[in-house]
């Protein structure tokens, strides 16, 4: 691809995955190499602004304006440099231009801050924002006695962070002094361009260099031994300024282009969350007809984003739960009739000893109800639709490398079991983690702990037991386990769970509040519809983010050999 092809497809390119930060990346890492302008024959090479450098140091040094550090630093190696340069450049080592030092932090600092406006401007990491080149003010001032202990910078002035966030450049506006988790990259006036060394260091090529500098443990930063040896490519005066005028015009557009994406991004999430609601308040079955009709007309603009998508099952979901996704047929059996077979079921159970008695929990109150029902339905408690709901051992079991499988929320996504991570136990810890009862086919797992609200449904065959952070419901045959596990994912479910939350470092559920929890109970065939309905829907958003995936892929696929020709060419 020629620049001409990359400027005229700029907007295009943009669109990638992350596309506008590759273009920003793109633009820097082209400036730096000398392809982002054409040379002019006419400018003063590098070489000879070099020698000029050279001496402007030497005389600031003898006036003593100037201090210089004893060059230990090797001959270029141009048998092995990083990438090719114009003929007109340089490779340079960073200590041929500039004093680089580090700032000094008089102790204990607290004894020098002032807020007397005569104090000297104390400059931090806190005084910057990365979206600007400059320093401009600050919060603090120190008296003039800290000035024996630390470093004055003054305006055009660039000093780079050494710490935390290392490597970051910023040129000064204001006069002040720096504490030691700065460096000062100071040049003889008017022979470099500041902004061109500013780019110089944002570009990868030099945060690669200083990655691989980087010293320290847990806080790594560079010294200024370091920064002086950084090798980097140097054009001829006006060529810089060229260079940082065309960055400027490129970064510009680069932050409309965002700016252009962040609203239509913005304006489709609301257009959305608008189409989404009007379905689920539809008062009629006519309402609800057009208003999914109408987001039909528009899927490919609605669901060209995966932030949709996500609502886009939630609304499933929400749609299920309310009676809003299948049509009610008068010939099933009422859920009020099931709910008084659940009822006799129960207490035969409890007859034969085989489930104990619960004490009898409140009725459902008016204000516990979020919605109404279809005719048919009813509200119920959790633990009224359940034969067990039984908890984990609250404790962690010992994992040996063959045995038993037990299952945690480390093995469980949304839906599916993750079987690579799943774990084992001895046979002792198993028996003794089933005692309470064994998880068997169609029984479902949820997470009260961690990431909660994961919740699957046991396959067949599968001998499991329960680990840490885990619940299990068995429901009676007319609550079809898929219908629950779609109910508790809803956000009708996660609603009322968010609320119980109990705990500070490890948030949780209690399984008492969850037993008390209320969900929509349909007629057995309604609940096998809606399972068939959920699952059809689901699988279409399977495929539209497979979709997405593929297209961001394709995109990525341009925009990366695009990059790659152009630094190559």
């Not at 710490?163 to 970051?168: L, N």
């Amino acid at each position: 691809m020629k620049l001409e092809t990359f400027f005229e497809h700029f907007d295009l390119l943009a669109e990638a995955p992350n596309g506008v930060q590759k273009l920003r990346e793109l633009i820097l890492d082209l400036a730096v190499r000398g392809k982002l302008v054409s040379q002019d024959a006419n400018d003063e090479p590098a070489a000879v602004l070099l020698e000029r450098i050279k001496k402007e140091k030497e005389k600031l040094v003898k006036e003593g304006k100037f201090q210089i550090t004893k060059n230990t630093l090797t001959k270029v190696d141009y048998d092995h440099l990083p990438f090719s340069i114009p003929d007109n450049w340089e490779w340079s080592y960073l200590d041929d231009i500039a004093i680089i030092a580090r700032g000094g932090s008089p102790r204990p600092i607290k004894l020098f801050l002032t807020e007397d406006s005569s104090g000297i401007n104390w400059i931090k990491i806190g005084d910057t924002d990365k979206k600007s080149m400059f320093i401009t003010h600050t919060k603090e001032k120190i008296i003039r006695e800290g000035l024996t202990k630390t470093r004055m910078v003054f305006p055009n002035d660039l000093i780079l962070s050494n710490s935390m966030s290392y490597g970051h450049p910023f040129i000064l506006k204001i006069q002040g002094c720096i504490h030691d988790g700065w460096l000062l990259i100071r040049t003889p006036e008017n022979l470099v361009y500041k902004e061109f060394l500013y780019y110089m260091f944002l570009s990868d090529y030099t945060k690669k260099v200083f990655s691989e500098a980087a010293a320290g443990g847990v806080v790594q930063n560079l010294n200024a031994d370091k920064v002086r040896s950084l090798l980097f490519p140097f054009p001829p005066l006006n060529e810089q300024k060229r260079i940082v005028t065309k960055v400027d015009e490129l970064m510009k557009l680069c932050d409309e282009l965002e700016a252009r994406q962040k609203k239509k991004r913005e304006t489709r999430i609301l257009i959305n969350n608008a189409a989404l609601n009007k379905l689920l308040t539809a008062d009629t079955p006519e309402t609800f007809t057009k208003n999914w009709q109408r987001i039909g007309d528009n899927f490919d603009i609605l669901y060209s984003a995966p932030e949709n998508i996500g609502k886009l099952r939630q609304a499933i979901l929400q749609l299920a739960v309310m009676g809003k996704l299948v049509p009610q047929d008068a010939n099933d059996e009422p859920a009020a009739v099931l709910l008084e077979r659940i009822k006799k079921e129960k207490e035969r159970l409890i007859k034969e000893g085989k489930i104990k008695k619960e004490k009898s929990l409140t009725e459902i109150k008016n204000d516990e109800i979020p919605y109404d029902l279809p005719k048919g339905w009813e509200w119920e408690r959790v633990t009224n639709l359940c034969k067990y709901i039984v908890d984990c051992l609250h404790s962690t079991p010992e994992f040996i490398t063959d045995g038993k499988l037990c299952i945690d929320t480390t093995c469980l996504n949304q839906g599916e079991i993750l079987f690579h991570k799943i774990r084992k136990v001895s046979e002792e810890t198993f028996l003794e983690r089933i005692r309470r009862l064994q998880p068997l086919a169609g029984d479902i797992l949820f997470s009260r702990e961690g990431t909660i609200g994961l919740s699957i449904i046991v396959p067949e065959g599968l001998e499991i037991c329960l680990g840490q952070r885990m619940m299990m419901f068995r429901t009676f045959r007319w609550l079809i386990p898929e219908y629950f596990r779609y109910v508790l994912i809803s956000k009708m479910f996660v609603n009322q769970w968010e609320k119980k939350l109990i705990g500070t470092a490890a948030r949780h559920i209690n399984i008492g509040d969850i037993k008390k929890m209320i969900i929509p109970f349909p007629p057995v065939n309604e609940q096998k519809r809606i399972v068939s309905k959920v699952d059809k829907l689901m699988k279409l958003c399977d495929e539209l983010e497979t979709k997405l995936t593929q297209t961001q892929t394709e995109s990525e696929k341009i925009i990366n050999a695009a990059v790659k020709q152009l630094l190559t060419v």
